[in-house]
Nanobody
Framework: QVQLVESGGGLVQPGGSLRLSCVAS????????MDWYRQAPGKQRELVAR???????NYANSLKGRFTISRDNAKNTVYLQMGSLRFEDTAVYYC?????????????WGQGTQVTVSS
């Protein structure tokens, strides 16, 4: 069994910054892609950023330059550094990872962490 646990969400003013973390634990053999998604009220869940096992990254076009994804493979952790936050960045942010345990590939999700941008 594999678990993803996010942390770091909260309330921030427009223009501020937050750093989200997501730790994977359990029966982990290796982790491929690690992603951050977000879902705003009344909207579909969307991909924010992805980082491969080798460190290649890609971002939603609207977020390039403001958000940075990174990972620490030794700690099975992915981060999302968010800057110049806007009202429209308010959402629940979810961590996702493709994880191989000792038997199979698991598409795993965290429980989500709320980010609220408000003055």
């Amino acid at each position: 069994q594999v678990q993803l646990v996010e942390s770091g969400g909260g309330l921030v003013q427009p223009g501020g910054s937050l750093r989200l973390s997501c730790v994977a634990s359990g029966d982990i053999f290796t982790i491929n892609n690690m992603d951050w998604y977000r879902q705003a009220p009344g909207k579909q869940r969307e991909l924010v950023a992805r980082i491969t096992a080798s460190g290649s990254t890609n971002y939603a076009n609207s977020l390039k330059g403001r958000f940075t994804i990174s990972r620490d493979n030794a700690k099975n952790t992915v981060y999302l550094q968010m800057g110049s936050l806007r009202f429209e960045d308010t959402a629940v942010y979810y961590c996702h990872a493709d994880i191989y345990d000792s038997h199979e590939l698991l598409s795993s999700w965290g429980q989500g962490t709320q980010v609220t941008v408000s003055s």
